[in-house]
């Protein structure tokens, strides 16, 4: 099995050819190096390997995988961490509710009834993609940097948590699901959109 298959690999910036046809293979165990001049492609190949940018043509193969394999299991990561992160807040919510009746602790909904309930649930677990994003984004602002990137998350999540009640308060209707799953749509496109053109000419990490 080989580490690395490369056949007619090309990626173009703008009309220029940063790589033209690569075709190189790199058995396990084996270690190779880019040699070349500035502006040969060699961090142009590493990033397509990587997954970071998206070939024009040709195909890659990682340990006899096509690398966008990996990227579904990324879309479906994705997937499964938003499903996670609902499953996690309703449990939260019904534990509070439950812990909250055993302690004997008082629990008013005010004008809010059961549908209020469940649509400020679903609102708060749609506005959770734009946390999502927001976070990415901070990632990639800290160029991966761990403590910059968390000193950004603390604060921009310090900031978010305020808007929380507001955005999706117990009494909830339609309009804030609507509301929700919208700037979660827009957010995600726009910085997945924004980033993307972004590393397209440069690199951030």
């Not at 099995?1 to 084996?30: C, Q, W």
């Not at 629990?107 to 994003?133: N, P, R, Y």
């Not at 808007?163 to 009494?171: F, G, K």
């Amino acid at each position: 099995m080989n580490a690395i298959e490369i056949r007619n690999l090309s990626k173009s910036f703008h009309g220029l050819y940063a790589v033209d046809h690569l075709n190189m293979t790199v058995p396990v165990g084996a270690i190779y190096g880019f040699i070349g001049e500035n502006g040969s492609g060699k961090s142009t190949t590493e990033k397509l390997i990587c997954g970071l940018q998206v070939p024009d043509r040709g195909s890659i193969r990682l340990f006899g995988r096509d690398y966008r394999d990996g990227d579904v299991r990324a879309k479906v990561g994705v997937l499964i961490g938003l499903a996670g992160g609902a499953i996690m807040l309703i449990a939260f919510f019904a534990g509070a509710m439950v812990g909250g009746a055993i302690s004997g602790l008082p629990f008013d909904t005010g004008t809010a009834g059961a549908g209020g309930i469940i649509m400020c649930m679903i609102s708060k677990i749609f506005l959770a993609a734009v946390f999502v994003s927001i976070y990415v984004l901070t990632s990639v602002v800290g160029k991966q940097k761990l403590w910059l990137s968390m000193v950004i998350s603390l604060c921009t999540g310090m900031l978010l948590f305020t808007m929380v009640p507001m955005i999706t308060p117990l009494d909830s209707g339609i309009m804030n699901v609507i509301m929700c799953l919208a700037g979660g749509i827009l957010f995600s496109l726009g910085i997945g959109l924004g980033s993307n053109a972004v590393l397209n000419k440069t690199s951030l990490v």
